[in-house]
């Protein structure tokens, strides 16, 4: 994969985020006219395919954040849309099922989804 200036940006973008974004939210903090969205998209599909980032899916809003090595999962609050991030327990578990099915597995992805204290308080 050749990293243009262009895939350089939006590497930038996520590594600095403490939270996954959307293909929307990066394409608004990009400076203007550097690239659409339709660019955006394509550079994060390119990006997953290779294992670079993660994404998780909610209310049909695909969300991307940086593989690392200390691996993440996220808990939504479908209330406020709040992200918290959870440790991976998975890793070891996962390891095993695919050791049974020799079955090679390139990533995985959790995301919880339910309500946070507050919005709980307000149901």
Known sequence: ??????????????????????????????PDETMNLSTVYRTLDTFFAQGLISKSTMKNTAYYYINKKDHHHYMICLGCQKMYEI??????????????????????????YGYCESCQKSM
């Open 1 to 30: 994969m050749r990293m243009t200036k262009q895939r350089k940006s939006i590497l930038k973008l996520l590594n600095q985020s403490n939270q996954p974004k959307s293909a929307e939210m990066i394409l608004l903090e990009l």
């Open 87 to 112: 440790d991976c327990h998975l890793d070891h578990i996962a390891d095993h099922v695919a050791k049974d099915h020799h079955f090679k597995i390139t990533h995985h992805d959790m995301t919880v």
